[in-house]
């Protein structure tokens, strides 16, 4: 498990009322975790402030609306900590 | 300040768009079909519309960090905490401070003080997002212009 991981996973279960035990690599965060869109905002706003980034939610967000990319891509655990790593390594470029 | 119109912010006294602060001031109208029913014979603010009242004033800090380009809606109220009770007459002095820039949210925190007390503050979180519509920006535009938003750039 990467760092990334363990932090992100750590802010959404203080952010939510998700137990930090059902929060795994393959885990959905909509689909399985039953994060709102709401509760993401109050989560992307303490991963913002972990790393120090600016996670692309409106493009993410208008990417999956459009039909050119899949929840998947953006909001399964894993998926979603490499691109927070992603940004975090751009950052530091 | 119109209580039964929802315009809650008289004048936009300072923006600063670097410090990502706004500062406003209102004055509560002595009278308003509001204060018959909140309360009869003992006239207060009804809270929500405090809570209103910040969420107006960091609306148009949003607004001119985004050169009214996107439109925030409140989508949350945190901490909200009502100190005190707000009787017609009384003078407003809002402030607001971006605590957060996110991609299509920010998340702010504002406060109300009158002559240095304070009396509520929150932090309020909203989602930006395009105008629905041209008329709506050139009504916010026209509407921010009147207040005393800085000209847009």
């Known amino acids: 498990m990467s760092s990334t991981f363990d932090k992100?996973?750590?802010?959404?279960?203080?952010?939510?009322?998700?137990?930090?035990?059902?929060?795994?690599q393959d885990s959905h965060t909509i689909d399985d975790l039953g994060i709102d869109s709401l509760d993401f905002l109050d989560i992307v706003f303490a991963i913002d402030k972990e790393f120090g980034i600016k996670i692309p939610l409106e493009s993410w967000t208008q990417e999956v609306n459009d039909g050119k990319a899949s929840t998947e891509e953006y909001f399964v655990m894993k998926n979603l900590v490499g691109k927070i790593d992603d940004l975090?390594?751009?950052k530091s470029a | 300040m119109q209580l039964e119109y929802f315009q809650m912010i008289?004048?936009?006294?300072?923006?600063?768009?670097d410090g990502?602060?706004?500062?406003?001031?209102?004055?509560?109208?002595?009278?308003?079909?509001?204060?018959?029913?909140h309360f009869p014979g003992h006239p207060l603010v009804p809270g929500v519309l405090l809570i209103e009242t910040m969420a107006q004033a960091s609306g148009f800090l949003i607004l001119c960090l985004s050169n009214f380009s996107q439109m925030p809606f409140l989508v949350g109220v945190k901490e909200g905490k009502l100190r005190t009770?707000?009787?017609?007459?009384?003078?407003?002095?809002?402030?607001?401070?971006?605590?957060?820039?996110?991609?299509?949210?920010?998340m702010v925190k504002a406060s109300i003080k009158s002559?240095?007390?304070?009396?509520?503050?929150s932090k309020l979180t909203f989602k930006t997002m395009p105008f629905p519509s041209e008329e709506f920006a050139d009504m916010m535009r026209k509407r921010g212009l009147e207040l005393g938003a800085p000209a847009l750039s």
């Open chain 2, 85 to 106: 009770f707000v009787e017609p007459e009384t003078s407003l002095d809002i402030t607001a401070e971006i605590e957060h820039d996110g991609s299509g949210f920010a």
């Open chain 2, 20 to 37: 990502k602060t706004i500062s406003c001031r209102s004055k509560v109208p002595g009278e308003s079909t509001v204060f018959e029913g």
């Open chain 1, 8 to 24: 992100v996973a750590d802010i959404i279960a203080d952010t939510s009322e998700i137990p930090r035990e059902d929060i795994k």
């Open chain 1, 88 to 90: 975090i390594a751009a």
């Open chain 2, 10 to 17: 008289d004048r936009i006294e300072k923006v600063d768009l």
């Open chain 2, 115 to 121: 002559d240095g007390k304070k009396i509520c503050d």
